[in-house]
């Protein structure tokens, strides 16, 4: 799943970058061999939209990087979008349709701390709530700390932002694999055999 856009960061400096259109690009790879059946979570009353939640188990690897941190999967951390509404589901990574059906959307927080020991935050998606109804928005959040004790932090929400899915293939199941490779041992017999004959 690849992640994209630009953070307008209003004349500050987050992470060692400013800029009004400073470029991001995420990406992390879900293996859906792993995933098993995802948290679901259905359209109803409190979401206009599905929401489908996969654990942190399941994401074999990430390219998580801005300015001068990093992210990786140990940093994914299980949120419960629909809390407001007593819906008590946590999951480290949130989409709208399940991973393999083309997902549009994807929730997912990445709380951490910088070189200097001070707390940072990546969020991809956006949560908006009107008269108690939540749907899951494409946009992405980072912030950064400068003072702890001050409670002083700078912050930018993304201009722009593209999501692409990228689906994983699910891998071929075992029996299957034993089918093709015996097929394939026995085309390659009959060529040898008529290369024999010729």
Do not use: C
Not at 9 to 32: E, H, K, W
Not at 72 to 80: A, F, P, Y
Not at 102 to 115: G, K
Not at 142 to 154: G, P
């Amino acid at each position: 799943m690849n992640f994209s856009g630009t953070y307008d960061t209003q004349g500050q400096t987050i992470m060692g970058l400013q800029g009004a259109a400073v470029p991001f690009s995420y990406s992390l790879r879900l293996d859906t061999a792993l995933a098993g059946d995802p948290v679901h979570i259905a359209a109803g009353s409190a979401t206009p939209h599905d929401w489908y939640g996969y654990s942190s188990d399941a994401i074999v690897s990430t390219n998580i990087s801005f300015g001068t941190q990093t992210w990786d999967v140990s940093n994914l951390r299980e949120s419960s979008p629909l809390e407001e509404a007593g819906i008590y589901d946590f999951a480290a990574l949130w989409l709208n349709k399940q991973a393999d059906q083309n997902p549009s959307s994807a929730y997912i927080l990445l709380p951490s701390y910088s070189p200097n020991s001070q707390p940072v935050l990546l969020r991809i998606g956006e949560l908006r709530t009107v008269n108690g109804s939540t749907t899951l928005l494409n946009s992405s959040y980072i912030s950064e700390t400068i003072d702890l004790e001050n409670n002083i932090s700078v912050s930018a929400h993304s201009n722009s932002f593209n999501f692409n899915p990228v689906p994983v293939p699910s891998p071929i199941p075992e029996a299957e694999q034993y089918l093709l490779m015996a097929g394939g041992l026995m085309a390659l017999g009959l060529r040898l055999r008529r290369r024999k004959a010729a």
